[in-house]
């Protein structure tokens, strides 16, 4: 059995959750990043026998659009997959439950969902360092239970919570550049939806630009963000619901 990652992963949260759980896996793995520009996403080869984690990360209780979009663009050819919406310690509201039923109606054989918690992409005090030793240690466990019911032959689809219709995304703060930017252009060469213009990186096209928070995290100067009174409000709104430790969950 050979294992596939499919992993939207603009801060690097979700890599390291679906490093941290493939790694329990103890298979060979093969990684395609759907962050990437368009024309260098590499679609993978799968086979009916395979087992595929997607990963992809909740923005405002929901799954990216574009993400989903080019998960869409994958041949599944029947193989089992183990969706994995990873959230920034608030909530995954119906994040999960939209990824299980995209792979379902992509072709993949959904048998496993987890919902786990990575440092939160635009205020990072919350969920600092996460995913932590203890997220690994459960991640490991759940990799475990997964791969007992894969190597049974056991496809039966897990029960997840959520809503249909799934709720709407709520607005989330795009990134410009602020004091500092030289104009480098390393942003607008890794935005993964085109919404930097390169002759001008200070700037943000609003209809493209889909908060991932990539540029933020790429940004040689740290000089990109959505501004002090933007983070402070967006501090201020979080912080009852991100107070509490969450902890990772798997529906199996």
Known sequence: ????????????????????????????????????????????????????????????????????????????????????????????????????????????????????????????????????ADDEQTLLQFSADIMHKAEGHDCTLPQVPGNRPYKQGGKVPQPKGQRGCNRCGVCARQCPADAIPLTDPKLVDAAKCISCMKCVSVCPTGSRGIGMVMHFLATQGLKRVCATRKENELYI
Do not use: W
Not at 40 to 68: K, M, N
Not at 110 to 115: F, K, T, Y
């Open 1 to 132: 059995m050979k294992t596939h990652q499919i992993i939207f992963s603009p801060t690097g949260g979700t890599r390291r959750v679906s490093e941290m759980l493939c790694r329990g896996m103890r298979a060979e793995g093969a990684v395609t990043d759907l962050c990437v520009k368009a024309a260098d996403i590499q679609l993978p080869e799968i086979h009916e026998d395979d087992l595929v984690v997607i990963a992809l990360p909740v923005f405002a209780g929901r799954v990216p659009a574009l993400a989903v979009e080019r998960l869409r663009m994958v041949n599944p050819h029947g193989a089992k997959c183990v969706v994995v919406a990873v959230f920034g310690n608030r909530a995954y509201d119906d994040a999960l439950l939209e990824m299980q039923d995209v792979a379902s109606e992509t072709g993949f054989r959904v048998i496993a969902a987890v919902a786990a918690v990575a440092e939160h992409s635009i205020i990072r005090k919350y969920g600092k360092g996460r995913p932590d």
